[in-house]
């Protein structure tokens, strides 16, 4: 333990630190312990002492104090400078380097034990320090942990870690010595390759860890906008007469400026007799159960509305949006099957779908979270995901695999606080999103909590079951008029007839070609209309896109053709496999 001190000290202290720590060890005579005895006693440790006693002071920490000092007190010669250390042995040498500082006059403040033969400081002697600091008689104060809390320490225009320290507390506790009153600035000294970062790490990790769990106590108890009403003072007095309420007012206003924060509202009490009618009821506040962050219809101002002749039809929502212009209507989300990955089983999104209608099948996904069918991939990321993602580099490859792995994938960030996490600036995350929506072509949608995700997911998983039963509603009509031959060879006959006449009715000049001779223009532009649709509607079949749809129509040029085809006829196209080919059977006939 002694001599991972020793290392400590020589790496993050520097010389002269470390020279009068081992300066006592072994001089305690036979009320020191055997071992430090021992320890003082080792050759190489007697080496050390002798190499130490030698030489000057290597470390860089100390001479950067002394750089910051001298600035400090050049730019601005009345101010109050604080150098926190741990070790008292750093503290005196601290405060001899910069006793030869220009207008520089150090102050030693420790505690008030005494070991290892250092003398500690009475609690007279303290106050006297920090007297002599306020006053300015003293404008550097060197103290170790004694002078972080606890004692009234005067505000600081620069405070020095010459260490960082593993604890979070400590650590606010040092910092909060500057900026009060007027603007301050905090140096950390981190020594590198040392255990100096890994306290720094420490620390700040712990803060965030503290920051979050504060929020989540905010959150539970309503926000952070509790107010004092004047009745809950009733039962506080102040020694001189005067009500608690009135103080409270008055000391608001006036400390406003130095809080930086606006006057709290006023107090108003009525001491004038007022008729007995009922209280309203309590009413409760909407920004008080709002989690913090997110944005109230009242945050908005009122528009003036002006008198219009046009009467507005009424708003919609998405779903009858989508259902009034579709000709497709979707279908209860009753039998829609979504499937998400086990990492989400229990988490709020498998509820909200459940309780959205549909059937929720927790799987394995190799990739994404969400599944609604094989053409539709969903992957979902919080918005603290979404930053963490891109600081580990992990983001596009992820988008990659994410559109590699099915036609339609997409992207839902959940949340309302993208843009306001410290860790990364708003312009590399407006970087990421132009990256992931027009080079890779992969769809980001925004939403504020799981419930709108989960109402969304249900949209889509309705929308995409509405096609496939389109789709296959389609093939049975053709399997029908495939089986009534008679019927389908009129209606094709009489097609033909109308086209003929067409033709023959229209008197077309020389020089306009006709490119069929039972076809006009406009019979040809039907055609190439109809034969798109019919690659579109091959095209909402899973796994089949526009080049694979046109193979097959240039063997079957109609889906009546195609619905008679075996799977083994059309598993000879350039590019299908036999399992597609069989799904493409099973849905034009409409079996499973």
């Not at 720094?200 to 509790?226: D, L, P, T, Y």
């Amino acid at each position: 333990m002694r001599l991972n001190h020793l290392i400590s000290s020589i790496l993050c202290q520097g010389v002269a630190a470390t020279r009068e720590t081992l300066s006592r060890i072994g001089q305690g005579g036979q009320d020191e312990k055997k071992s430090a005895r021992e320890f003082a006693a080792d050759p190489r440790i007697v080496q050390l002492k002798d190499t130490l006693a030698e030489m000057n002071e290597i470390h860089s920490k100390v001479t950067m104090v002394r750089r910051m000092v001298r600035r400090q007190l050049k730019e601005s010669p009345d101010s109050r400078i604080i150098v926190f250390a741990n070790f008292r042995d750093t503290v005196d040498e601290i405060s001899r380097v910069l006793s030869d500082v220009e207008n520089a006059v150090p102050q030693r403040f420790v505690g008030q034990a005494s070991r290892d033969g250092s003398s500690g400081m009475s609690q007279k002697m303290q106050l006297e320090s920090l007297d002599t600091f306020r006053s300015g008689e003293a404008n550097v104060l060197v103290a170790t942990s004694v002078g972080e809390e606890g004692l009234d320490v005067p505000n600081a225009d620069l405070v020095i870690f010459y260490e960082p320290v593993g604890s979070e507390i400590r650590t606010i506790q040092r910092r909060g010595r500057t900026g009060r009153q007027r603007a301050g600035t905090v140096h950390v000294l981190i020594a590198k390759d040392t255990r100096d970062e890994g306290a720094r790490a420490s620390a700040k990790h712990r803060e965030q860890r503290m920051f979050r769990s504060i929020q989540q106590v905010r959150r539970k108890r309503g926000g952070n906008c509790m107010r004092y009403e004047g009745e809950n003072l009733d039962s506080f007095g102040l020694s001189d007469g005067q009500d608690a309420a009135s103080f409270l007012k008055a000391e608001s206003e006036r400390l406003a400026p130095e809080l930086n924060d606006s006057v709290a509202p006023a107090i108003v009490r009525d001491t004038e007799p007022t008729p007995q009618v009922q209280a309203p009821a309590p009413e409760t506040l909407a920004r008080k159960m709002r989690p913090t962050g997110q944005i109230g219809l009242d945050s908005y101002p009122a528009q003036t509305q002006s008198s219009r002749l046009i009467v507005e039809p009424p708003l919609m929502s998405i779903e009858n949006l989508s259902i009034n212009f579709d000709e497709i209507q979707y279908p209860e989300s009753d039998g829609v099957i979504v499937s998400i990955d086990h990492r989400e089983g229990k988490s709020a999104l498998a509820a909200r779908l459940r309780q959205e209608g549909l059937t929720v099948e927790v799987i394995n996904l190799p990739v994404g979270d969400i599944r609604i069918s094989d053409r539709i991939l969903i992957e979902r990321k919080t918005s603290r995901d979404f930053v963490d993602s891109l600081l580990d580099g992990r983001l596009l490859d992820q988008a990659t695999r994410l559109v590699g792995a099915a036609p339609r994938a997409m992207l839902i960030l959940e949340g309302s606080d993208l843009f306001q996490h410290r860790a990364v600036s708003g312009q590399a995350i407006m970087g990421a999103l132009a990256t992931l929506t027009l080079d890779y072509g992969l769809p980001v949608v925004t939403s504020s909590d799981t419930a709108e995700t989960a109402r969304f997911v249900a949209v889509s998983a309705r929308r995409e079951a509405s096609m496939l039963e389109h789709l296959s509603a389609q093939a049975q009509a053709r399997m029908r008029a495939s089986e009534h031959p008679d019927l389908f060879n009129d209606a094709e006959e009489k097609k033909a007839t109308e086209a003929a006449n067409a033709i023959s009715e229209n008197q077309f000049e020389k020089s306009i070609p006709v490119l069929d001779a039972t076809q006009d223009a406009q019979v040809e532009s039907k055609r190439k209309q109809s034969h798109g649709i019919t690659r579109s509607m091959l095209e909402q079949v899973p796994g089949v896109g526009p080049a694979l749809a046109s193979r097959i129509l240039e063997r079957w040029p109609t889906i009546a053709e195609l619905s008679k085809a075996r799977d083994d006829e059309i598993v000879e196209i350039k590019g299908l496999s036999v399992q597609l080919a069989q799904q493409i059977v099973r849905i034009l006939h409409g079996t499973d």
